[in-house]
């Protein structure tokens, strides 16, 4: 019996190693499909479209920044205080020689080699940059191996100098290097060309030291709505003209026709806008955009339309242009109470004239026979930044509406006064409005 199996387990051992054998030929083939596949991926330029990937070099390139304002820093700018004239000069020193060794452990290996850097020369190589603010216009990215990426930063230095430098990470070690604008000066590297001749040579490992690592983190919506009303927000109050750029234009024809009238709009606004925080926000995706509409705790509407990260076009407002797919679908009730926000924001956006051309007719000849009477009321009556609260209404007579509200004042709540709207609901999204005196 033992000999008759013998026969069978020897036919079984030996089929088993020809499947084998088969199937290691055939993973070896799919492997290697596989690594064709992925080589391919190898050294194409895109540009970056992940927000997590964007702030990510974003964070690098302010580290860098930040370090090159160590040379020859200015102590009250980074906040160091100092009592006496041989102690200030002993600081900067310190904070230059701090300053120097950090760009030398940022700094990518080939561009100190092929710039000749080193800490005797590196100071004057880079104090023209101290104190500059860059703005991003595009991030392109080239990923070189599995774990090392280039990315090339297209942007300004005080939005009127092309600015560009290359930042290369290694996601092993979470560590980056920087090929700084004189090194893309020096190879000839330029944006305009980036697609045919970008190809930095001599990629290396990157060693690891005390200053070259980076994290990335999740950047969720309501970050990224932040991002977006910190980004104008800081534009306002230190480049008005660029800020003044981002305005959709559409709107801006409407709104704001000239840079004069926006600027007083600004000025008049009464606050902080390096400041602004968001209160609410939401998101709605489009096939042409993202669009984060976002309200400060002035109860300030930003609506921003986003093609690519940080590539938004703004409206401040939302009653210039009229959303009437989403009008279209509200109900009556909510219509009034959407009509009455738009009210508030005009008087808190100072828009007299959009307030005086929705008064009912009769109502406007009665009291308010010109704008300059309106205006006058509104600020007399109203606050500089005003909240509404909805109480008791009716709805008896249709298309009519009167809605009792209470409006505080935003920035102090304990001041507030109720009054009466009546709306007139008319065609699409047209309205007719009057309240008590």
């Given at each position: 019996m033992k000999k008759n199996l013998l026969p069978i387990l020897i036919a079984i051992i030996i089929i088993c190693i020809i499947l084998i054998v088969i199937l290691l030929i055939l993973l070896k083939d799919k492997i290697i499909i596989n690594h064709e596949e992925k080589h391919t991926e190898y050294d194409e330029i895109a540009t970056v479209k992940d927000r997590d990937e964007y702030y990510m070099v974003k964070t690098i390139l302010n580290k860098y920044f930040n370090t090159i304002n160590l040379l020859d820093a200015d102590l009250n700018t980074i906040g160091v205080m100092y009592e006496t004239k041989e102690e200030e000069e002993r600081l900067i020193e310190e904070y230059t020689n701090i300053g120097i060794e950090q760009l030398q452990q940022l700094l990518d290996k080939e561009a100190i080699h092929?710039?000749?850097?080193?800490?005797?020369?590196?100071?004057?190589?880079?104090?023209?940059?101290?104190?500059?603010?860059?703005?991003?216009?595009?991030?392109?990215?080239?990923?070189?191996?599995?774990?090392?990426?280039?990315?090339?930063?297209?942007?300004?230095?005080?939005?009127?100098?092309?600015?560009?430098?290359?930042?290369?990470?290694?996601?092993?070690?979470?560590?980056?290097?920087?090929?700084?604008?004189?090194?893309?000066?020096?190879?000839?590297?330029?944006?305009?060309?980036?697609?045919?001749?970008?190809?930095?040579?001599?990629?290396?490992?990157?060693?690891?030291?005390?200053?070259?690592?980076?994290?990335?983190?999740?950047?969720?919506?309501?970050?990224?709505?932040?991002?977006?009303?910190?980004?104008?927000?800081?534009?306002?109050?230190?480049?008005?003209?660029?800020?003044?750029?981002?305005?959709?234009?559409?709107?801006?024809?409407?709104?704001?026709?000239?840079?004069?009238?926006?600027n007083t709009y600004i000025k008049q606004s009464n606050k902080n806008n390096s400041l602004l925080k968001i209160k609410n926000y939401s998101i709605e995706e489009t096939e042409e955009a993202t669009i984060f509409t976002c309200i400060d705790e002035y109860g300030d509407t930003y609506i921003f339309k986003d093609k690519d990260i940080m590539n938004y076009k703004l409206q401040l407002d939302g009653y210039t242009l009229k959303n009437e797919e989403y009008y279209s679908k509200l109900k009556k009730e909510e219509k009034v109470k959407y009509n009455i926000r738009q009210i508030?924001?005009?008087?808190?956006?100072?828009?007299?004239?959009?307030?005086?051309?929705?008064?009912?007719?009769?109502?406007?000849?009665?009291?308010?026979?010109?704008?300059?009477?309106?205006?006058?009321?509104?600020?007399?009556?109203?606050?500089?930044?005003?909240?509404?609260?909805?109480?008791?209404?009716?709805?008896?007579?249709?298309?009519?509406?009167?809605?009792?509200?209470?409006?505080?004042?935003?920035?102090?709540?304990?001041?507030?006064?109720?009054?009466?709207?009546?709306?007139?609901?008319?065609?699409?999204?047209?309205?007719?409005?009057?309240?008590?005196?």
């Open positions: 092929s710039l000749n850097l080193d800490k005797d020369n590196i100071k004057e190589a880079f104090i023209k940059y101290k104190n500059t603010n860059y703005s991003i216009e595009k991030i392109y990215i080239v990923q070189k191996n599995i774990n090392t990426n280039l990315y090339y930063i297209k942007g300004q230095l005080d939005y009127k100098t092309e600015f560009n430098v290359v930042v290369k990470t290694d996601s092993y070690t979470n560590t980056f290097s920087i090929y700084p604008s004189q090194y893309l000066e020096f190879k000839n590297y330029h944006h305009s060309n980036i697609e045919t001749d970008f190809n930095i040579e001599g990629i290396e490992y990157i060693e690891k030291n005390n200053n070259n690592s980076y994290e990335k983190n999740v950047i969720t919506d309501l970050v990224m709505a932040q991002y977006y009303l910190y980004d104008y927000g800081y534009l306002v109050s230190n480049y008005p003209e660029e800020a003044y750029k981002l305005l959709d234009e559409e709107y801006k024809n409407i709104r704001f026709p000239t840079f004069e009238e926006y508030i924001s005009m008087i808190n956006m100072q828009d007299y004239k959009s307030v005086y051309d929705i008064l009912d007719i009769n109502f406007r000849q009665n009291n308010f026979a010109t704008l300059s009477k309106l205006e006058e009321y509104i600020k007399t009556n109203f606050y500089h930044h005003n909240e509404v609260a909805f109480k008791a209404h009716n709805k008896d007579m249709e298309p009519t509406y009167v809605y009792n509200v209470n409006i505080k004042n935003i920035e102090n709540k304990e001041e507030n006064r109720d009054i009466k709207f009546v709306i007139k609901l008319l065609e699409g999204t047209d309205f007719v409005m009057s309240f008590e005196i």
